[in-house]
């Protein structure tokens, strides 16, 4: 799934939230978005996955505009987790999962036993089968991340778009869900805010700041002290991985920047 961005604008409360944004994502790449707080990126990702409709600009699903398809068509085709999900209602979690079938589905058509295959085993690819009948608000936010990410599997959709998918996932979890993206053989855009994380996992990534893309590239070429510096306004050394070939960026502190020790609280 081809995913093509053109001079996308929103604004929102009057304010200029992305000004002229591009990205593109190609068959089967793993691109992430990053940023600092409040750049703009899930308003870029709400305009992709149609919540929040650009006042200007196209995007466009192997080549046909995104906002010409009808909500079905386009959930055929994109799966999205987003950062918090409200429910009001208690479902089970596999209830939840199987919400992901409904694009596949006429209006009240029954579950078949190949939904029910289809739900069971994205459960058991991110290691939930054994919470299948455990209501979802009873979960906790890791786990009702990992649900919700096997309700996009269930979608089987050609396109994940994911907001901080690794939001309240502990380190194991957050590297067995960026692993299991890599080996979906989809196409994937998110937002991601650990630096290394993307770097580690990301083909190519785009660098939002204020509404606007400053640059895009490969980790390699992205990820410079001079970027993290303009961009994050942190200090930081950055290195090749000896053991990825990725690159590895060490943060420094205000304190431990300009070279003081920051080894005693008293100091
Ligand atoms: N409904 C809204 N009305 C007015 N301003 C909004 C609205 N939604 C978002 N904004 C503003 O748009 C800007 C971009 O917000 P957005 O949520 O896209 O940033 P983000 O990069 O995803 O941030 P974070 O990393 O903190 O999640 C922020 O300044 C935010 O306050």
Same mark, same amino acid.
């Given at each position: ?115 029910? &295959? ?6 058991? &690819? ?16 890791? !786990? ?81 002290? !001079?970027?993290?510096?303009? *961009? ?5 050394? *950055? ?29």
């Amino acid at each position: 799934m081809n995913v093509t961005a053109q001079d996308l604008s929103v604004t929102l409360d009057k304010k200029a939230v992305l000004h002229d944004v591009g990205l593109q994502v190609r068959t089967g790449e793993l691109v992430g978005l990053i940023g600092p707080n409040g750049s703009g990126k899930s308003t870029l990702l709400k305009s992709i996955y149609r919540v929040l409709k650009p006042d200007a600009g196209l995007i466009s699903l192997d080549g046909d505009d995104l906002y010409r398809l009808s909500p079905q068509q386009a959930a055929r085709r994109m799966a999205v987790v987003r950062q918090e999900s409200s429910m009001e209602v208690d479902f089970t979690v596999a209830e939840i999962v199987m919400m992901g079938r409904f694009p596949h589905k006429r209006c009240w058509e029954a579950d078949t036993s190949e939904d029910q &295959r289809i739900c069971e085993e994205a459960l058991s &690819r991110v290691g939930m089968q054994a919470f299948a009948q455990r209501s979802y608000l009873s979960l906790s936010g890791g !786990e009702k991340q990992r649900v919700l990410i096997a309700r996009a599997l269930a979608q089987q959709a050609k396109l994940l778009v994911l907001d901080e998918p690794t939001n309240h996932l502990d380190i194991r979890c957050q590297l067995h869900m960026l692993d299991l993206l890599k080996t979906l053989r989809v196409t994937v855009l998110a937002a991601l805010h650990d630096l290394n994380l993307a770097a580690m996992y990301c083909d190519r990534l785009y660098v939002i700041r204020e509404g606007r893309i400053v640059t895009s590239g490969t980790p390699e070429e992205v990820f410079t002290p !001079e970027l993290i510096r303009d *961009v994050f306004g942190v200090e930081a050394d *950055v290195m090749i991985h000896p053991r990825t070939g990725k690159p590895h960026i060490f943060f420094m502190s205000e304190r431990t920047a300009d070279g003081r020790q920051s080894g005693s609280l008293l100091a």
